[in-house]
Protein backbone atom coordinates (compact mmCIF):
# COMPACT_ATOMS: atom_id res chain seq x y z
CA UNK A 1 0.00 0.00 0.00
CA UNK A 2 1.16 3.41 -1.01
CA UNK A 3 1.91 5.64 2.00
CA UNK A 4 -0.15 8.93 1.79
CA UNK A 5 1.00 12.18 3.04
CA UNK A 6 -2.04 14.80 3.83
CA UNK A 7 -2.34 18.55 4.47
CA UNK A 8 -2.56 19.83 8.42
CA UNK A 9 -4.96 22.25 8.55
CA UNK A 10 -7.01 23.43 11.83
CA UNK A 11 -4.77 21.43 14.32
CA UNK A 12 -5.12 18.10 12.65
CA UNK A 13 -4.59 15.90 9.22
CA UNK A 14 -6.85 16.18 6.81
CA UNK A 15 -6.99 14.14 3.67
CA UNK A 16 -6.15 15.01 0.37
CA UNK A 17 -9.37 15.46 -1.66
CA UNK A 18 -8.56 16.59 -4.96
CA UNK A 19 -7.87 13.31 -6.31
CA UNK A 20 -4.16 14.48 -7.78
CA UNK A 21 -0.97 12.86 -5.96
CA UNK A 22 2.56 13.79 -6.82
CA UNK A 23 5.22 10.86 -6.19
CA UNK A 24 7.61 11.60 -3.16
CA UNK A 25 11.18 9.13 -4.32
CA UNK A 26 14.16 8.32 -1.99
CA UNK A 27 17.00 9.25 -4.19
CA UNK A 28 19.46 7.29 -2.70
CA UNK A 29 17.19 4.11 -4.21
CA UNK A 30 15.26 5.79 -6.61
CA UNK A 31 12.11 4.04 -4.88
CA UNK A 32 8.95 5.94 -4.72
CA UNK A 33 7.99 6.27 -1.29
CA UNK A 34 4.95 7.89 -0.88
CA UNK A 35 2.69 10.11 -2.58
CA UNK A 36 1.60 13.70 -1.59
CA UNK A 37 -2.00 15.22 -1.93
CA UNK A 38 -1.90 18.33 -4.29
CA UNK A 39 -4.52 20.51 -3.09
CA UNK A 40 -7.27 21.91 -5.53
CA UNK A 41 -8.60 25.94 -5.21
CA UNK A 42 -10.96 24.88 -2.36
CA UNK A 43 -8.73 22.74 0.11
CA UNK A 44 -6.61 25.85 0.07
CA UNK A 45 -9.63 28.18 0.65
CA UNK A 46 -10.73 25.86 3.84
CA UNK A 47 -6.79 26.20 4.72
CA UNK A 48 -7.29 30.05 4.48
CA UNK A 49 -10.74 29.95 6.40
CA UNK A 50 -9.20 28.37 9.18
CA UNK A 51 -6.44 30.45 9.48
CA UNK A 52 -8.87 33.47 9.62
CA UNK A 53 -10.60 32.27 12.25
CA UNK A 54 -7.69 31.50 14.14
CA UNK A 55 -6.60 34.58 13.88
CA UNK A 56 -9.61 36.32 15.19
CA UNK A 57 -8.08 35.49 18.61
CA UNK A 58 -4.71 34.70 18.42
CA UNK A 59 -4.25 38.41 16.25
CA UNK A 60 -4.93 39.69 19.82
CA UNK A 61 -3.26 36.96 22.21
CA UNK A 62 -0.40 38.06 24.65
CA UNK A 63 3.04 38.38 24.16
CA UNK A 64 3.62 36.32 26.95
CA UNK A 65 1.33 33.39 25.31
CA UNK A 66 2.61 33.38 22.58
CA UNK A 67 6.69 33.36 24.05
CA UNK A 68 5.36 30.62 26.26
CA UNK A 69 4.33 28.17 23.14
CA UNK A 70 7.51 29.46 21.36
CA UNK A 71 9.68 28.75 24.16
CA UNK A 72 7.93 24.82 24.66
CA UNK A 73 8.12 24.44 20.48
CA UNK A 74 11.87 25.68 21.32
CA UNK A 75 12.05 22.49 23.56
CA UNK A 76 10.46 19.73 21.48
CA UNK A 77 12.26 20.66 18.29
CA UNK A 78 15.46 20.60 19.69
CA UNK A 79 14.59 16.74 20.95
CA UNK A 80 13.04 15.51 18.01
CA UNK A 81 16.19 16.84 16.20
CA UNK A 82 17.01 13.64 14.45
CA UNK A 83 13.67 12.51 13.39
CA UNK A 84 13.23 15.59 11.57
CA UNK A 85 16.56 14.83 10.06
CA UNK A 86 15.49 11.63 9.12
CA UNK A 87 12.69 12.77 6.96
CA UNK A 88 14.89 15.22 5.38
CA UNK A 89 17.50 12.73 4.84
CA UNK A 90 14.75 10.09 3.35
CA UNK A 91 13.48 12.51 0.98
CA UNK A 92 16.13 14.65 0.07
CA UNK A 93 19.02 12.87 0.18
CA UNK A 94 21.35 15.15 1.91
CA UNK A 95 23.57 13.37 4.62
CA UNK A 96 22.28 13.00 8.09
CA UNK A 97 24.97 15.77 9.45
CA UNK A 98 24.16 18.01 6.82
CA UNK A 99 20.58 17.66 7.61
CA UNK A 100 20.83 17.92 11.34
CA UNK A 101 22.43 21.60 10.44
CA UNK A 102 19.33 22.50 8.26
CA UNK A 103 17.38 21.79 11.57
CA UNK A 104 20.31 23.68 13.46
CA UNK A 105 19.96 26.66 11.70
CA UNK A 106 16.23 26.81 11.50
CA UNK A 107 16.03 26.26 15.49
CA UNK A 108 18.20 29.76 15.40
CA UNK A 109 15.13 31.29 13.94
CA UNK A 110 12.50 30.09 16.36
CA UNK A 111 14.73 31.00 18.85
CA UNK A 112 14.75 34.81 17.55
CA UNK A 113 10.80 34.14 17.87
CA UNK A 114 10.85 33.47 21.53
CA UNK A 115 12.57 36.30 22.24
CA UNK A 116 9.85 38.75 19.74
CA UNK A 117 9.52 40.70 23.08
CA UNK A 118 11.93 42.91 22.23
CA UNK A 119 11.68 42.76 18.66
CA UNK A 120 8.40 44.53 18.92
CA UNK A 121 8.78 46.77 21.14
CA UNK A 122 7.36 50.04 19.99
CA UNK A 123 8.70 53.48 20.05
CA UNK A 124 7.36 56.25 22.08
CA UNK A 125 8.16 60.45 22.04
CA UNK A 126 6.65 61.78 24.62
CA UNK A 127 5.82 66.30 24.57
CA UNK A 128 6.31 66.60 21.08
CA UNK A 129 3.66 69.38 21.24
CA UNK A 130 2.28 70.74 24.08
CA UNK A 131 0.68 67.58 26.45
CA UNK A 132 0.92 65.46 22.75
CA UNK A 133 3.22 62.29 22.82
CA UNK A 134 3.23 60.09 19.41
CA UNK A 135 3.43 56.20 19.82
CA UNK A 136 4.54 53.78 16.58
CA UNK A 137 3.84 50.46 17.20
CA UNK A 138 3.44 47.32 15.56
CA UNK A 139 0.54 45.04 14.61
CA UNK A 140 0.46 41.85 12.93
CA UNK A 141 -1.47 41.33 9.12
CA UNK A 142 -3.58 38.44 9.32
CA UNK A 143 -3.49 35.61 7.48
CA UNK A 144 0.16 35.04 5.86
CA UNK A 145 1.28 32.43 3.17
CA UNK A 146 5.06 30.82 2.93
CA UNK A 147 5.79 28.74 -0.60
CA UNK A 148 9.39 26.73 0.11
CA UNK A 149 11.40 25.01 -2.16
CA UNK A 150 12.73 21.84 -1.80
CA UNK A 151 16.54 22.08 -1.05
CA UNK A 152 15.94 23.08 2.79
CA UNK A 153 12.40 21.39 3.24
CA UNK A 154 12.86 22.08 7.14
CA UNK A 155 15.01 25.06 7.76
CA UNK A 156 13.38 27.29 4.64
CA UNK A 157 9.75 27.01 6.42
CA UNK A 158 11.18 27.94 9.51
CA UNK A 159 12.58 31.13 8.36
CA UNK A 160 9.22 32.17 7.98
CA UNK A 161 6.34 30.81 10.30
CA UNK A 162 7.86 31.15 13.71
CA UNK A 163 8.27 34.86 13.58
CA UNK A 164 5.37 35.56 11.51
CA UNK A 165 3.28 33.56 14.41
CA UNK A 166 5.30 35.14 17.03
CA UNK A 167 4.25 38.80 15.78
CA UNK A 168 0.52 37.16 15.68
CA UNK A 169 -0.23 36.10 12.25
CA UNK A 170 -1.57 33.16 11.18
CA UNK A 171 0.30 30.69 8.42
CA UNK A 172 -0.10 28.30 5.59
CA UNK A 173 2.82 26.58 4.59
CA UNK A 174 3.17 25.02 1.27
CA UNK A 175 6.13 23.03 1.50
CA UNK A 176 7.79 21.95 -2.18
CA UNK A 177 5.93 18.83 -3.61
CA UNK A 178 9.29 16.98 -3.11
CA UNK A 179 10.25 16.62 0.37
CA UNK A 180 6.84 17.16 2.22
CA UNK A 181 7.22 14.88 5.05
CA UNK A 182 9.57 17.64 7.54
CA UNK A 183 6.89 20.17 6.81
CA UNK A 184 4.02 17.94 8.65
CA UNK A 185 6.10 17.05 11.65
CA UNK A 186 6.96 20.70 12.15
CA UNK A 187 3.43 21.45 12.72
CA UNK A 188 2.19 18.36 14.45
CA UNK A 189 5.36 19.29 17.23
CA UNK A 190 3.94 23.41 17.19
CA UNK A 191 0.48 21.78 17.81
CA UNK A 192 1.93 19.59 20.91
CA UNK A 193 3.51 23.01 21.86
CA UNK A 194 -0.07 24.60 22.44
CA UNK A 195 -0.05 26.76 19.30
CA UNK A 196 -4.39 26.93 19.07
CA UNK A 197 -5.58 25.24 16.18
CA UNK A 198 -5.61 27.24 12.71
CA UNK A 199 -2.56 29.35 13.39
CA UNK A 200 -0.17 27.07 11.66
CA UNK A 201 -1.68 25.13 8.71
CA UNK A 202 0.32 22.95 5.79
CA UNK A 203 -1.22 22.45 2.88
CA UNK A 204 0.83 20.84 0.06
CA UNK A 205 0.44 20.92 -3.68
CA UNK A 206 1.83 22.26 -7.20
CA UNK A 207 1.23 25.92 -9.16
CA UNK A 208 -2.91 25.27 -8.58
CA UNK A 209 -2.16 25.66 -4.82
CA UNK A 210 -0.02 28.57 -5.44
CA UNK A 211 -2.20 30.62 -7.36
CA UNK A 212 -4.64 29.79 -5.21
CA UNK A 213 -3.04 31.45 -2.04
CA UNK A 214 -1.67 34.19 -4.38
CA UNK A 215 -5.32 35.24 -5.88
CA UNK A 216 -7.50 34.81 -1.97
CA UNK A 217 -8.42 38.26 -0.68
CA UNK A 218 -7.94 37.00 3.23
CA UNK A 219 -4.32 36.24 2.38
CA UNK A 220 -2.48 39.45 3.33
CA UNK A 221 1.39 38.27 2.61
CA UNK A 222 3.28 36.10 0.83
CA UNK A 223 7.10 34.72 1.26
CA UNK A 224 8.44 32.73 -0.85
CA UNK A 225 11.65 30.78 -1.37
CA UNK A 226 12.84 28.98 -4.68
CA UNK A 227 14.30 29.68 -8.34
CA UNK A 228 14.36 33.26 -10.12
CA UNK A 229 11.68 31.94 -12.61
CA UNK A 230 8.99 31.48 -9.96
CA UNK A 231 9.99 33.93 -7.59
CA UNK A 232 9.62 36.73 -10.25
CA UNK A 233 6.11 35.30 -10.91
CA UNK A 234 5.47 35.04 -7.37
CA UNK A 235 6.42 38.41 -6.78
CA UNK A 236 4.20 39.87 -9.94
CA UNK A 237 1.35 37.73 -9.74
CA UNK A 238 0.94 38.40 -5.61
CA UNK A 239 1.79 42.13 -5.57
CA UNK A 240 -0.79 42.39 -8.72
CA UNK A 241 -3.15 40.90 -5.78
CA UNK A 242 -2.64 43.71 -3.42
CA UNK A 243 -0.31 41.60 -1.37
CA UNK A 244 2.72 42.35 0.57
CA UNK A 245 5.45 39.82 -1.00
CA UNK A 246 9.08 39.13 -0.75
CA UNK A 247 10.01 36.68 -2.89
CA UNK A 248 13.61 35.03 -2.62
CA UNK A 249 15.28 33.53 -5.66
CA UNK A 250 18.11 31.64 -7.45
CA UNK A 251 21.50 32.44 -7.55
CA UNK A 252 25.54 32.13 -9.03
CA UNK A 253 27.53 32.36 -6.17
CA UNK A 254 31.67 33.92 -6.66
CA UNK A 255 34.20 33.44 -4.87
CA UNK A 256 37.31 35.99 -5.17
CA UNK A 257 40.56 34.49 -4.38
CA UNK A 258 43.41 37.06 -4.32
CA UNK A 259 47.37 36.27 -4.59
CA UNK A 260 47.65 36.85 -0.96
CA UNK A 261 45.56 34.32 0.22
CA UNK A 262 45.97 31.35 2.17
CA UNK A 263 45.45 28.59 -0.78
CA UNK A 264 45.00 25.74 1.45
CA UNK A 265 42.42 27.02 3.33
CA UNK A 266 40.50 28.58 0.27
CA UNK A 267 40.65 25.53 -1.69
CA UNK A 268 38.99 23.59 1.54
CA UNK A 269 36.66 26.39 1.84
CA UNK A 270 35.95 26.02 -2.18
CA UNK A 271 35.01 22.31 -1.80
CA UNK A 272 32.82 22.33 1.27
CA UNK A 273 30.95 25.33 -0.18
CA UNK A 274 30.90 23.93 -3.68
CA UNK A 275 29.93 20.21 -3.19
CA UNK A 276 28.19 20.17 0.13
CA UNK A 277 24.70 19.09 -0.01
CA UNK A 278 25.28 18.05 -3.73
CA UNK A 279 25.62 21.76 -4.92
CA UNK A 280 21.68 22.42 -3.92
CA UNK A 281 22.01 25.17 -1.55
CA UNK A 282 21.19 28.68 -2.80
CA UNK A 283 24.56 29.40 -0.79
CA UNK A 284 26.93 26.83 -2.83
CA UNK A 285 29.89 28.49 -4.47
CA UNK A 286 29.56 27.66 -7.87
CA UNK A 287 31.56 29.69 -9.33
CA UNK A 288 35.66 30.72 -8.44
CA UNK A 289 37.55 33.87 -9.61
CA UNK A 290 40.89 32.98 -9.10
CA UNK A 291 43.86 35.64 -10.38
CA UNK A 292 45.86 34.34 -12.84
CA UNK A 293 49.10 34.11 -10.99
CA UNK A 294 47.72 31.44 -8.58
CA UNK A 295 45.04 29.39 -10.77
CA UNK A 296 46.66 26.52 -11.12
CA UNK A 297 47.92 26.62 -8.22
CA UNK A 298 44.74 27.14 -6.49
CA UNK A 299 42.60 24.43 -9.38
CA UNK A 300 45.30 21.43 -8.51
CA UNK A 301 44.65 22.26 -4.77
CA UNK A 302 40.64 21.84 -4.86
CA UNK A 303 40.96 19.20 -7.57
CA UNK A 304 43.10 17.06 -4.77
CA UNK A 305 40.53 17.47 -2.46
CA UNK A 306 37.34 17.35 -4.40
CA UNK A 307 38.43 13.90 -5.91
CA UNK A 308 38.52 12.61 -2.13
CA UNK A 309 34.51 13.19 -1.55
CA UNK A 310 32.87 10.05 0.03
CA UNK A 311 29.78 10.02 -2.18
CA UNK A 312 26.59 7.25 -0.64
CA UNK A 313 23.43 7.22 0.92
CA UNK A 314 22.54 10.25 3.68
CA UNK A 315 21.82 7.56 5.78
CA UNK A 316 25.56 5.74 5.96
CA UNK A 317 27.16 7.38 8.25
CA UNK A 318 30.95 7.65 6.36
CA UNK A 319 29.07 9.57 3.48
CA UNK A 320 29.97 13.10 2.60
CA UNK A 321 28.00 13.86 -0.11
CA UNK A 322 24.64 12.33 -1.17
CA UNK A 323 22.30 11.76 -4.30
CA UNK A 324 20.65 15.02 -6.49
CA UNK A 325 16.66 15.21 -5.92
CA UNK A 326 14.89 13.84 -8.94
CA UNK A 327 16.28 11.41 -11.72
CA UNK A 328 15.40 14.62 -14.17
CA UNK A 329 17.50 16.98 -12.25
CA UNK A 330 20.74 14.84 -12.33
CA UNK A 331 20.29 14.68 -15.92
CA UNK A 332 20.04 17.87 -16.09
CA UNK A 333 23.19 18.75 -14.05
CA UNK A 334 25.13 16.02 -16.17
CA UNK A 335 24.43 17.86 -19.46
CA UNK A 336 26.70 21.08 -18.35
CA UNK A 337 29.33 19.05 -17.55
CA UNK A 338 28.75 17.05 -20.95
CA UNK A 339 28.45 20.32 -22.78
CA UNK A 340 31.29 22.62 -20.97
CA UNK A 341 33.95 21.15 -22.80
CA UNK A 342 32.57 22.14 -26.42
CA UNK A 343 32.22 25.64 -24.71
CA UNK A 344 35.48 26.34 -24.26
CA UNK A 345 36.31 24.63 -20.81
CA UNK A 346 38.82 22.43 -19.40
CA UNK A 347 37.22 19.29 -17.57
CA UNK A 348 39.15 18.55 -15.07
CA UNK A 349 36.93 16.00 -12.62
CA UNK A 350 33.70 14.27 -14.51
CA UNK A 351 31.41 13.03 -12.21
CA UNK A 352 28.56 12.58 -14.57
CA UNK A 353 29.85 8.49 -15.17
CA UNK A 354 29.63 7.89 -11.29
CA UNK A 355 26.90 5.86 -9.76
CA UNK A 356 26.95 3.86 -6.05
CA UNK A 357 27.00 -0.10 -5.67
CA UNK A 358 24.24 -1.67 -4.59
CA UNK A 359 22.30 1.60 -4.65
CA UNK A 360 22.06 1.96 -8.99
CA UNK A 361 18.93 3.80 -9.56
CA UNK A 362 19.64 6.24 -6.88
CA UNK A 363 20.41 9.92 -8.69
CA UNK A 364 23.46 10.00 -8.24
CA UNK A 365 26.31 11.90 -9.94
CA UNK A 366 30.05 12.86 -8.77
CA UNK A 367 32.15 15.47 -8.53
CA UNK A 368 32.55 18.19 -11.53
CA UNK A 369 35.09 20.64 -11.86
CA UNK A 370 35.58 22.51 -15.04
CA UNK A 371 38.42 24.99 -15.35
CA UNK A 372 39.18 27.70 -17.80
CA UNK A 373 35.21 28.75 -18.23
CA UNK A 374 34.10 31.63 -20.17
CA UNK A 375 31.39 33.55 -19.52
CA UNK A 376 29.10 33.21 -22.01
CA UNK A 377 29.00 29.58 -21.34
CA UNK A 378 25.77 27.48 -20.35
CA UNK A 379 27.91 26.33 -16.86
CA UNK A 380 28.43 30.00 -16.18
CA UNK A 381 25.14 31.52 -16.94
CA UNK A 382 22.84 29.00 -15.35
CA UNK A 383 22.49 27.80 -11.90
CA UNK A 384 23.50 24.23 -12.20
CA UNK A 385 22.62 23.38 -8.53
CA UNK A 386 24.43 20.28 -8.52
CA UNK A 387 28.04 19.37 -7.64
CA UNK A 388 29.86 21.23 -10.64
CA UNK A 389 31.84 23.75 -9.65
CA UNK A 390 33.13 26.56 -12.61
CA UNK A 391 36.48 28.22 -12.51
CA UNK A 392 36.88 31.36 -14.13
CA UNK A 393 40.45 33.33 -14.11
CA UNK A 394 41.06 37.04 -13.87
CA UNK A 395 44.38 39.25 -14.53
CA UNK A 396 43.30 41.73 -11.94
CA UNK A 397 41.25 42.36 -9.05
CA UNK A 398 39.31 44.95 -11.24
CA UNK A 399 38.35 41.93 -13.54
CA UNK A 400 37.90 39.67 -11.49
CA UNK A 401 35.47 42.33 -9.39
CA UNK A 402 33.76 43.07 -13.21
CA UNK A 403 33.01 39.68 -13.81
CA UNK A 404 31.09 39.06 -10.68
CA UNK A 405 29.56 42.26 -10.47
CA UNK A 406 27.99 41.16 -13.99
CA UNK A 407 26.35 38.38 -12.84
CA UNK A 408 21.94 38.37 -13.31
CA UNK A 409 22.25 37.05 -9.93
CA UNK A 410 23.64 38.91 -6.30
CA UNK A 411 22.94 36.06 -3.57
CA UNK A 412 25.98 35.63 -2.01
CA UNK A 413 29.90 35.95 -2.75
CA UNK A 414 33.53 35.95 -0.55
CA UNK A 415 36.65 36.81 -1.11
CA UNK A 416 39.52 35.01 0.29
CA UNK A 417 42.67 37.54 0.81
CA UNK A 418 45.36 38.05 3.98
CA UNK A 419 44.66 42.03 2.95
CA UNK A 420 42.29 43.06 4.66
CA UNK A 421 42.30 46.91 2.44
CA UNK A 422 41.69 44.46 -0.31
CA UNK A 423 38.46 42.93 1.55
CA UNK A 424 36.98 46.27 2.61
CA UNK A 425 37.15 47.15 -0.87
CA UNK A 426 35.71 43.71 -2.00
CA UNK A 427 32.94 44.20 0.43
CA UNK A 428 31.56 47.83 -0.78
CA UNK A 429 31.92 47.43 -4.61
CA UNK A 430 30.61 44.08 -4.60
CA UNK A 431 26.39 43.64 -5.78
CA UNK A 432 25.31 40.62 -3.54
CA UNK A 433 23.60 40.94 -0.54
CA UNK A 434 25.54 38.35 1.75
CA UNK A 435 29.49 39.13 1.89
CA UNK A 436 31.80 37.15 3.33
CA UNK A 437 35.62 37.79 3.89
CA UNK A 438 37.22 34.22 4.28
CA UNK A 439 34.29 32.66 4.59
CA UNK A 440 32.85 30.68 2.24
CA UNK A 441 28.94 30.53 2.84
CA UNK A 442 27.67 33.33 4.92
CA UNK A 443 24.81 32.83 5.95
CA UNK A 444 23.53 35.54 8.31
CA UNK A 445 22.72 34.32 11.85
CA UNK A 446 19.15 34.44 12.40
CA UNK A 447 19.16 37.81 14.37
CA UNK A 448 20.83 39.73 11.25
CA UNK A 449 18.70 39.14 7.73
CA UNK A 450 19.25 36.81 4.84
CA UNK A 451 18.77 38.20 1.28
CA UNK A 452 19.64 39.06 -2.17
CA UNK A 453 20.24 41.64 -4.46
CA UNK A 454 19.13 41.72 -8.29
CA UNK A 455 17.31 38.69 -9.54
CA UNK A 456 18.01 36.57 -6.24
CA UNK A 457 15.42 38.45 -4.54
CA UNK A 458 12.08 40.48 -5.81
CA UNK A 459 10.89 42.40 -2.62
CA UNK A 460 12.50 44.90 -0.41
CA UNK A 461 12.82 43.03 2.93
CA UNK A 462 15.39 40.34 3.11
CA UNK A 463 13.88 37.38 5.58
CA UNK A 464 14.48 36.69 9.24
CA UNK A 465 16.19 39.58 11.50
CA UNK A 466 14.82 42.68 11.76
CA UNK A 467 13.40 42.76 8.45
CA UNK A 468 11.28 39.54 9.30
CA UNK A 469 10.08 41.29 12.51
CA UNK A 470 9.04 44.34 9.73
CA UNK A 471 7.69 41.98 6.58
CA UNK A 472 5.00 40.45 9.07
CA UNK A 473 4.00 43.87 10.73
CA UNK A 474 2.49 47.03 9.91
CA UNK A 475 3.22 50.22 11.32
CA UNK A 476 0.78 52.56 13.28
CA UNK A 477 2.01 56.00 14.28
CA UNK A 478 -0.69 56.99 17.31
CA UNK A 479 -0.79 60.64 18.54
CA UNK A 480 -2.08 61.42 21.94
CA UNK A 481 -3.14 64.20 23.62
CA UNK A 482 -3.95 64.46 27.30
CA UNK A 483 -5.78 67.94 28.16
CA UNK A 484 -5.04 68.92 31.61
CA UNK A 485 -7.44 69.16 33.78
CA UNK A 486 -6.98 73.13 34.21
CA UNK A 487 -6.25 73.29 30.48
CA UNK A 488 -9.14 76.29 28.56
CA UNK A 489 -10.44 74.88 24.92
CA UNK A 490 -8.62 75.97 22.42
CA UNK A 491 -11.20 77.30 20.14
CA UNK A 492 -11.36 76.04 16.39
CA UNK A 493 -8.21 76.84 14.12
CA UNK A 494 -8.29 75.58 10.47
CA UNK A 495 -4.54 76.41 9.84
CA UNK A 496 -1.62 73.82 9.98
CA UNK A 497 0.04 73.95 13.41
CA UNK A 498 3.18 76.45 13.19
P1 LIG B 1 11.10 26.02 -7.46
O1 LIG B 1 11.05 27.46 -7.81
O2 LIG B 1 10.93 25.02 -8.54
O3 LIG B 1 9.93 25.68 -6.38
C1 LIG B 1 9.75 26.46 -5.22
C2 LIG B 1 8.29 26.39 -4.81
O4 LIG B 1 7.48 26.94 -5.85
C3 LIG B 1 7.78 24.97 -4.56
O5 LIG B 1 6.94 24.98 -3.42
C4 LIG B 1 7.01 24.64 -5.83
O6 LIG B 1 5.93 23.75 -5.60
C5 LIG B 1 6.50 26.00 -6.27
N1 LIG B 1 6.37 26.09 -7.74
C6 LIG B 1 7.15 25.48 -8.67
N2 LIG B 1 6.75 25.82 -9.91
C7 LIG B 1 5.71 26.67 -9.77
C8 LIG B 1 4.88 27.37 -10.70
N3 LIG B 1 5.04 27.27 -12.01
N4 LIG B 1 3.92 28.17 -10.20
C9 LIG B 1 3.74 28.30 -8.87
N5 LIG B 1 4.50 27.65 -7.94
C10 LIG B 1 5.47 26.86 -8.38
O7 LIG B 1 12.45 25.79 -6.65
P2 LIG B 1 13.07 24.41 -6.15
O8 LIG B 1 13.60 23.66 -7.33
O9 LIG B 1 12.14 23.73 -5.22
O10 LIG B 1 14.29 24.95 -5.26
C11 LIG B 1 15.55 25.28 -5.79
C12 LIG B 1 15.67 26.75 -6.10
O11 LIG B 1 15.42 27.51 -4.92
C13 LIG B 1 17.06 27.14 -6.54
O12 LIG B 1 16.95 28.05 -7.60
C14 LIG B 1 17.67 27.80 -5.31
O13 LIG B 1 18.69 28.74 -5.57
C15 LIG B 1 16.46 28.47 -4.75
N6 LIG B 1 16.65 28.78 -3.34
C16 LIG B 1 16.86 30.08 -3.01
C17 LIG B 1 17.08 30.41 -1.69
C18 LIG B 1 17.32 31.83 -1.28
O14 LIG B 1 17.33 32.10 -0.10
N7 LIG B 1 17.50 32.76 -2.21
C19 LIG B 1 17.08 29.41 -0.70
C20 LIG B 1 16.84 28.09 -1.08
C21 LIG B 1 16.62 27.78 -2.42
Known amino acids: MTKHIHHWIGGKTVEGASGNWSPVTDPATGAVTAEVALASTEEVGAAVAAAKEAFTTWGTSSLAQRTAILFRYRALLDARRDDIAALITAEHGKVHSDALGEVARGLEVVELACGITTQIKGELSTQVSNRIDVASIRQPLGVVAGITPFNFPAMVPMWMFPLAIACGNTFILKPSEKDPSSANLLAELASEAGLPDGVLNVVHGDKVAVDALLEHPDVSAVSFVGSTPIARYIHTTASANGKRVQALGGAKNHMLVLPDADLDAAADAAVSAAYGSAGERCMAISA ?5 SIADELVEKIRERAEKIKIGPGTDPTSEMGPLITKVHRDKVASYVTGAAA ?29 KVSTDSDAYRDEIFGPVLCVLRAETY ?21 DGGAA ?28 GWKDSLFGDHHIYGNDGVHFYTRGKVV ?20
Open 479 to 498: TTRWPDPADTPTGVDLGFPQ
Open 398 to 418: EEGMALINASQYGNGTAVFTR
Open 288 to 292: VVALD
Open 424 to 451: RRFQLEVQAGMVGVNVPVPVPVGYHSFG
Open 343 to 371: QGAEVVLDGTGFTVDGFEDGHWIGISLLD
